[in-house]
Structure formats: C-alpha cells, structure tokens
C-alpha cells in the first residue's frame, strides 16, 4: 500500500513509518522545506507541502492510499504565551484543512485519512470514566481538538473515511513527556505532579502504532477513537510504577503552585485528569500488548 504520513519525524510519526516500511508499504512523507523533498535513504519518498499557506504537492499524492496525519506543534514544548497558544492552534487547524481540501480534489482520493487528535478533546473530567461517547470539554485543548477535527470534513465529503485517534500520552524514552520523565526517574529525583488524583489516560508507543495500523485496515471503523490502555492510572499510580520498574525512590513530589510558576497555564493539563478508555478498539477486538501501566513503563524503558 502507498500510504501518505505528515508529521513522520515526530515520536509516533517516525515509529509509524518504521512499521509500515517493515512490512513493505510505501511511505510518503509531506515535508515543509523543499530542499528535502524527493528519494529519502530511508526509501521513502519526500514531497512538500505548506500547512499555514494551503499548500501541498498534489501530484506527489496521486496513487496515495491511505494518509495518517500526524502534523502539530508539540502541546508540552513551550509555556503557553498567547503566541504558542495561536500556533498548537493554527498547526492542528489550518493544517488539517490544507489537507483534507487537497485529498478531496485529487482525481482518485485516497480511501482512508486517520487525522490525529487527542484525549484533550473532553477537557477535564476528574475521575468519571470517559469513551468516545462523551461530548467536548470547554477548556482551550477541548477547543482545539473539536475545530481539529472539523477541519477534516471536506475529506469526509468527498467520500473518504476519516477516523480520528484521539491518544493520551504515549510512554516512550525515546520522546514526548516520557523522554522528559524517564531520566529525572533514573536518577531518584521523580514524583508525582500535583496531588498525584489525576487520571493520565496513556498508551505505549508499541500499542500507539500497533492501534494505528488496526485503524487502517479496519473498513468499518470512522469517527473518533480512544488510542489509551484499557487500565487508566493516576498520576501517583503511574509514579509509583515508574518507581517499581526503575528501582529507584519517588520522594519529589511537585507542588501545584510550583507548577502554575514554572508552567503557566499549561499545568491546567499536567494536574487536569482524562480518564478515557478505548471502547471502540476494544469492542472492534484489538488487543493490547500493554495494557497495565508496569507492562507500559518496561515497554519504553
């Protein structure tokens, strides 16, 4: 299958594309600078594309079968300024559309579009446990994920299914929050953020990509689906599982004013508890390979 990837340098987008190339796909990567465009030595092929302009190389998509669009700026990377706050915006948003208005024009659309998204879309929602039934939350994020998804539309009208995985944090060392927490946690120097009652709804990477490809495959499956573990944890319980398999001490814990200091407005997400769970893959029959927080944590370590 020729399948198209924006985002393929991030955590899940270069792990994806190791996947599918081991299994013989064909990988196109949309890239935003030019000089890196064409034959990678990766064997994947590189085409342009300009989110924030509504550019993309439509030819470089023709014979594309499927696309996994993975393209935005990192939620965790920068304190949460007015600018950064426009740009996780505009990079998810204007993104999406750019794209789906491209899928829909080309001769021969591709038959399926997973378009990302993420737990954030039900805002904060403490202990009650959450599927993909739930409706949006009203937080920033939650606004985010709602007009994120809205942007694929012109995609679903031009007849392609379009699923959206909405992940919670993906356990890996390699990157995301788990690449930041892991080697504080080696050194006996982690602890839970907050009082540690926050659900953190998490997946490892292996299930992350492993959900993905499911969702390719899967015919009957559109719309939004939970990409977490069916075991949902607090950020105490995830803590202490980080403390059992490293063997190290926990003894850190991160006050909630330090946090609002040193993060801003972002610490509303880092103590806001998600407590979603992945109805839809469970009842479609995927298993996970880690679906308990220890088995998780030994996966990204």
């Known amino acids: 299958m020729r399948i198209a990837v924006t985002g393929s340098t991030g955590l899940i987008g270069s792990a ?62 920068h304190r949460w300024t007015d600018a950064y706050k426009r740009e996780i915006r505009e990079s998810r948003v204007l993104g999406t559309e750019t794209l789906a208005a491209a899928l829909a024009g080309l001769a021969e659309p591709p038959k399926v579009l997973l378009s990302a998204s993420a737990v954030g879309y039900y805002g904060q929602t403490g202990d009650r446990v959450i599927d993909e039934s739930a409706p949006a939350g009203d937080d920033f994020l939650a606004e985010v994920c709602v007009e994120w998804e809205a942007a694929a539309r012109p995609a679903e009208r031009a007849g392609i299914r379009v699923v959206h995985p909405r992940t919670g944090l993906v356990l890996s060392a390699a990157g995301g929050a788990g690449g ?42 559109s719309g939004p689906v939970n990409l977490t573990a069916p075991e949902p944890v607090t950020n105490a319980e995830l803590t202490a599982a980080l403390g059992r398999v490293l063997r190290r001490p926990t003894p850190f814990p991160v006050p909630r004013a330090v946090l609002n200091a040193v993060l801003g407005e972002l610490a509303v997400e880092v103590v806001g508890s998600h407590r979603a769970v992945p109805r839809r893959l469970l009842d479609a029959g995927f298993r996970f390979e880690h679906p308990d927080v220890d088995s998780a944590v030994r996966a990204a370590l």
């Not at 190339?21 to 594309?49: C, E, F, M, N």
Request: charged share 20%; no cysteine.
């Open 180 to 221: 930041r927490l892991f080697p504080l946690f080696r050194l006996g120097l982690g602890g839970r953020l907050g009082d540690g009652r926050q659900y953190w709804s998490f997946i490892s990477l292996a299930d992350e990509i492993a959900a993905l490809r499911f969702l390719l495959d899967r015919e009957d499956i």
């Open 16 to 77: 994806l594309v190791r996947s599918l190339l081991a299994d013989g796909h064909q990988v196109v990567r949309l890239v935003r600078h030019r000089s890196k465009t064409g034959p990678q030595p990766d064997g994947t092929t590189a085409i342009g594309w300009n989110p924030l302009l509504g550019q993309v190389d439509r030819a470089g998509l023709a014979g594309v079968e499927a696309v996994v669009h993975l393209a935005g700026a990192g939620v965790g990377d």
